[in-house]
């Protein structure tokens, strides 16, 4: 690679001169080993001037220096430039190649532009699933972008009531500047249920603290639940609920210099001014509930606190009395829930997943029940590389609210015993398998 050709290619593309960037990282480059550098600027040069379908070949050059050691970005953004064209099933194969590879730092990135195309594939479920595991993404410096969209998932897949808790997850990042936006896809999910006083809150603070404009569709739900306010007629629920973050695909330039963004819906997201905190519907609940619990035991708590009201009221304290308790027990245990959560705690723990998976392996039992809803061929794949076992033993465990790590020794039916890496996942009130990868720094092994 020539390195005067590529700083020249450099200053070029940090002045915003794409074109001049674009033709000096391609003399740049060369053939083979040490091309990937210049590929890549080229790529993302290609990519400023909406140029997509030679952004995807100069990529592709990009990704034949096997040496480069960005090869799972330029996948990724491989991947966004093909969403642009349209094509979705071969970015959805981009994006999960650049997924394979546990060292890359922008994973929720790829499963943000993954859930995208996967939506515009017209998969929601699967689409879902994506952007779940993007908010959980520890890396995720903004996991507010997620958690709308996958409430647009799932009032797609007729679920407002789970999207009421997306959207409310959404608004508990103080990072998330598209509250506006949440706000009036929360008031959409809120009309659907019947909720219509919680609908037109949130609407009114979309509009006031946000000076966001509601669509057609969202304007309509806005009126129609005024409506059933004022008056006990019969409610219509207005379809619609296209407020948020998934526009259809545009040709709009990536907003990272380095690396495409893996959401091809980010360019079209506006800037909001800051929202008062304390004025969201659902800011004062714990976001971090929506991570801890499944909706099922979520629905259970609220049983068992309506339940326990309704004995008290029979009792034969005062009012005053009756309040406090109330209020006592849903701090004892909206604590007991948040410091759990925090502290990494669940059930089943990380040691009873990852116990539970190996006893299955050994055994020759199926073991998809202890991980993460992925592909059966995912889960075969990463199996695959923990040998036939005689015995194991569990080290260390690493928690974290979202994700842990827990370290295992192996011993195989032959051989010397091996030292791995599991990695888990969140969900509901417990953990589940997201990977297993060799740990060679313990066993020995080449880097």
């Known amino acids: ?29 060369g053939r083979g080993e040490g091309s990937g550098a210049a590929y890549h600027m080229a ?15 100069v990529y592709r050059y990009a990704l034949a220096d096997e040496t480069y050691p960005k090869r799972s970005a330029v996948q990724c953004n491989l991947a966004a430039a093909r969403v642009a064209l349209g094509e979705y099933a071969e970015a959805v194969r981009d994006y999960d190649a650049a997924l394979e590879d546990p060292e890359y730092e922008g994973q929720y990135r790829a499963l943000q532009g993954k859930a995208g195309a996967l939506f515009e594939m017209g998969r929601t479920e699967d689409a879902a699933m994506a952007y779940r595991q993007a ?48 706000l009036a896809n929360l008031g959409m999910a809120y009309h659907a249920i019947g909720c219509h006083g919680d609908a037109v809150k949130a609407f009114e603070k979309a509009i006031e603290l946000h000076s966001h404009e509601l ?39 990536p907003a990272v210099p380095d690396e495409v963004a893996g959401d091809p819906f980010s360019a079209a997201r506006a800037a909001m ?29 609220d049983r068992d606190s309506r339940r326990l009201e309704r004995e008290q009221r029979t009792a034969t304290r005062g009012p005053w009395a009756l309040i406090g308790t109330v209020l006592l027990v849903i701090v004892l245990v909206t604590g007991a829930l948040v410091g759990a959560f ?4 669940g059930y089943p ?10 006893e299955a392996r050994a055994d020759g039992r199926p073991v998809a029940g202890y991980w993460v809803a992925v592909p059966t061929s995912d889960i075969d794949k990463e199996m695959a590389k923990l040998p036939p076992l005689r015995e194991y033993v569990i080290g260390t465990v690493e928690r974290s609210p979202r994700t842990s790590r827990v370290s295992v020794t192996v011993t195989p039916e032959s051989g010397a015993p091996l030292d791995y890496e599991i990695t888990l996942a969140r969900e509901g009130v417990g953990w589940k398998v997201t990977g297993v990868e060799n740990d060679w720094r313990s066993t020995g092994g080449g880097s």
């Open 273 to 301: 001014p800051p929202v008062e905190q304390d004025g969201d519907p659902g800011a004062d609940d714990d976001v971090n509930a929506f991570f801890a619990m499944t909706d099922a035991e979520m629905r259970e708590r």
């Open 215 to 253: 669509t057609q569709a969202a304007r309509e739900a806005y009126a129609a639940s005024q409506d059933a306010l004022r008056a006990p007629a019969e409610r219509e629920v207005v379809e619609g609920w296209s407020t948020g973050e998934m526009p259809p695909v545009t040709a709009e330039s």
């Open 1 to 29: 690679m020539d390195q005067v050709r590529f700083d020249e290619g450099r200053k070029a593309y940090d002045a915003k001169d794409f074109r001049a960037a674009a033709k000096a990282f391609l003399e740049a480059a």
């Open 135 to 182: 908010a959980l993404d520890s890396d995720n410096p903004d996991p507010g972008k997620a958690l709308n969209n996958l409430g647009l998932c799932f009032m797609a897949l007729d679920r407002p009531t789970d999207a009421v808790e997306a959207y409310r997850a959404a608004l508990g990042f103080d990072s998330y500047t598209g509250r506006g936006k949440a």
């Open 342 to 345: 925090l502290t990494g705690l």
């Open 349 to 358: 723990t990380q040691k009873m997943t990852v116990s539970g998976m190996l």
């Open 43 to 57: 790529g993302n040069s290609f990519v400023r001037l909406r140029r997509y379908a030679d952004a995807v070949t």
